[in-house]
């Protein structure tokens, strides 16, 4: 081969792998490039169980906003966001957000983001759906015995030296065994209350127009295919559906005017698909023997809520009756790095790229 052919061959040899090692740099650079990860709420330093997942590849940081508008010119070079109950992420956040591969809910219910909005930008949003499963079933069922057993209602007035030392106040006290525990929404939560309801001995039926047949048989309990009969037949009637148009405002002052004189009613989903308002009066009245409300329309409560009223002031007749907890249904120490950890996972397989597990739009 000719000086001059030898030269030029090595000439673009030397050429090829110049521009190999430019790609290369660009691949890696890519590869390494930092994401920006956002949550938005709740959550506040230390970030151990995001950063244990993330902090390979992203920044992390918690805005522990109280509204909205704090958001405005924090999120919108985002990567990945991350909504928790305490604030709207609304269609104008939505918009605003430049880079954002997925908006994760480390948490079941997604009803304060607009995901339709999210869609249209072709940004997915997903949730948690199991992990506090075990937890709000618990905490259902431990109200329903509470109240129905008399236990939080003797409880409160004994403490205050209001009425005899037995049980004559709390009466009538009807045997558990045997009576209705009515479902409203048998996922994920509604199946682990039923399974927990079924151990007290109680008779357990369920309203869910949207679970395929067989689910009551394998669970050895009743389907009712309207509303209207699990309420009137229901002794304790717990609700597990989401909150949807469908959903909303969906036990109401008619609704609980139909459910047995004297039966106890739980919500441990979400505020909005009770009335809590109407359950107030219906304690007041006596309709209700008794309830149980973990979460509510607003959260926290506005200071002149009715609500708060008769839970706080000893001589409203819903008082002793009326058990308010403030959204902790789902709370428990493993629960927490659960919801945490696999949210992050979530995220992560968004920015790498990878299927995502829980996409609810």
């Known amino acids: 081969m000719a000086a001059s052919q030898k030269l030029a061959t090595f000439i673009m040899d030397l050429g090829s792998l110049l521009i190999k090692s430019v790609f290369r740099t660009k691949e890696q650079q890519s590869m390494t490039k930092r994401f920006k990860v956002v949550i938005t709420d709740l959550m506040t330093e230390p970030l151990d169980a995001e950063r244990l997942v993330l902090g390979e590849v992203a920044d992390v940081i918690a805005l522990d906003a109280k509204s909205e508008a704090e958001l405005v010119g924090q999120i919108e070079d985002a990567d990945a966001v991350m909504v928790y109950h305490y604030l709207t992420f609304s269609k104008s956040s939505i918009d605003r957000l ?29 949730n948690v759906p199991d992990y506090g499963s ?29 009425g005899p030392w037995n049980v004559d106040q709390a009466k009538p006290i009807p045997r558990l065994r045997g009576r209705r525990f009515g479902i409203v929404g048998c996922g994920r939560i509604g199946t682990a209350a039923a399974l927990r309801a079924k151990a007290f001995g109680l008779e357990v039926a369920f ?50 005017s139909r459910m047995p004189q004297g039966s106890f009613l739980v919500n441990t989903a979400r505020g909005g698909i009770v009335d809590t308002v ?84």
């Open 207 to 256: 309203f869910d127009p949207y679970l395929p047949d067989g689910i009551d048989k394998a669970l050895g309990i009743r389907r009712v295919e309207r509303l209207d009969d699990l309420l009137s037949s229901s002794h304790i009637l717990s609700v597990h559906c989401p909150l949807t148009d469908e959903t909303r405002g969906m036990i109401a002052a008619s609704e609980i």
């Open 134 to 162: 075990e937890e709000v079933a618990d905490s259902a069922v431990a109200m329903a015995v509470s109240l129905a057993r008399g236990t939080h209602l003797l409880c409160n007035r004994l403490r205050r030296g209001v």
């Open 278 to 361: 109407a359950v107030v009066d219906a304690l007041q009245r006596g309709r209700l023997a008794g309830a149980g409300i973990d979460v509510l329309e607003q959260e926290p409560p506005p200071v002149d809520s009715p609500v708060l009223a008769a839970w706080r002031d000893p001589n409203h007749p819903a008082h002793d009756r009326l058990l308010l907890n403030p959204h902790t249904a789902y709370y428990c120490e493993e629960g927490s790095d659960e919801f945490r950890t696999k949210g992050a996972q979530e995220v992560m397989r968004a920015l790498l790229g990878q299927p995502l597990r829980n996409v609810v739009n």
């Open 98 to 126: 430049s880079y954002c591969r997925v908006i994760v809910r480390p948490g079941v219910g997604y009803d304060a983001i607009d995901i339709a909005a999210a869609r249209e930008r072709g940004i997915p949003v997903c």
